[in-house]
């Protein structure tokens, strides 16, 4: 299956974190970030998703003010994906577009380090994720890696493990998870979360694990509000839908459907003591950034890397699941002997 999908989520986010009025013309001034004051200097890694225009628009524009603590990207490396041709392919296109923005293209991550104060990790290949993501953590700089971390729960526990080792700040998530709602509701709004239902859309791609590519969008949904704690997973396939369900250690239920067919759309139900709450829809990339943008000014960071890794056992265990024919999977078992 072609990624029709991530085509659409990329575009319907760019043009949500635009904001109205804004559009090409803001950026005919060609300006340029590359003597931007030290301290709050961005550096992308990996030009080879829709992501790194979409972010550099909303961070580099004009009329951001101070929405984004005061951030600009300056500086990106391309390389990204060897393996995932369609944007492999589109890498020499992006970069002319992110370079407009006031960019500089630099040769190396090292070049790249020597120039930026925070990174975003922007690579759409989880498995150039480990091998990016040392040197930034050796160099002392806080990184946002895209979602997926790794394209496997190995690396993802080697990155974390590598992060604590150098001490460095780093966090990883969907942009899914500042969906609006989320944070009432895990403020108390309807009271204690007795059970979730999230859902997007699920293409596949060959170069990850099923879910790892795109179903980590809604399996962060449901982590968002339903938090840490799931014990088993058990996973149903066919070609036009998924459905994961959840079993938490306190015998609440979370649920995650994968569409790969009809109308496809992003969001949840919430189950609560006191009220049964959905999700607003997806509006785009701007409540991520600014929290990405918040943690490179504090140092706090927003989603715990346990949490992280949590979710990418989910989808490994949904994973084994569906190799063993639908059965149900300890979340342990495929964490055995995986430590940061």
């Known amino acids: 299956m072609k990624n029709t999908n991530r085509r659409n989520f990329i575009k319907n986010s760019t043009v949500a974190g635009l904001g109205i009025g804004i559009g090409a013309t803001t950026f005919n001034l060609q300006p340029d970030f590359k003597n931007y004051k030290k301290g709050k200097r ?3 890694i990996g030009l080879d998703t829709g992501h790194s225009v979409a972010f550099t628009k909303s961070i580099n524009d004009p009329l951001a003010g101070d929405k984004y603590n005061g951030y600009k990207v300056v500086a990106a490396y391309p390389k990204g994906t060897d393996k995932i041709e369609e944007w492999r392919d589109r890498i020499p296109e992006i970069t002319s577009e992110v370079k407009s923005l ?3 293209i630099v040769d190396s991550i090292e070049e790249l380090l020597d120039k930026v104060d925070a990174v975003l990790l922007t690579c759409v290949d989880g498995n150039k994720h480990l091998e990016q993501a040392i040197p930034v953590f050796k160099a002392g700089k806080p990184v946002y890696i895209n979602k997926p971390i790794a394209a496997s729960l190995k690396e993802a ?3 974390a493990r590598e992060a604590k080792k150098h001490n460095a700040k780093m966090f990883s998530s969907s942009a ?5 709602g989320i944070k009432e509701i895990t ?5 204690r979360v007795t059970g979730a239902d999230a859902y997007s859309p ?3 791609e060959k170069n990850h694990p099923d879910l790892y590519w795109y179903g980590v969008h809604g399996v962060e949904i ?3 509000v339903m938090g840490r704690g799931c014990k088993s997973v058990q996973r149903t396939f066919t070609e036009d839908t998924e459905l994961v369900i959840g079993i938490w250690e306190d015998q609440r239920i979370g649920t995650y459907r994968g569409i790969r067919n009809g109308h496809e759309d992003y969001g949840g139900t919430v189950f609560g003591e006191k009220a049964i709450k959905k999700l607003p829809d997806y509006t785009g990339y701007d409540a991520m950034l600014v929290g990405i943008t918040e943690f490179f000014r504090t140092g706090i960071v927003p ?6 890794l949590e979710i990418f056992a989910f989808l490994e265990a949904a994973e084994e699941s569906k190799k063993r024919g639908g059965a149900v999977v300890e979340i342990k078992s495929v964490t055995e002997g995986l430590r940061i």
Do not use: C, N
């Not at 899914?176 to 609006?180: D, H, I, N």
């Not at 403020?187 to 009271?191: P, V």
């Open 42 to 44: 961005i550096g992308l």
């Open 102 to 104: 006031g960019v500089e």
């Open 202 to 204: 699920a293409p596949i």
């Open 222 to 224: 449901l982590y968002s």
């Open 187 to 191: 403020e108390g709004e309807i009271g």
């Open 176 to 180: 899914l998870r500042f969906l609006g």
């Open 157 to 159: 526990y080697a990155i």
């Open 303 to 308: 989603v715990p890397v346990e949490e992280t």
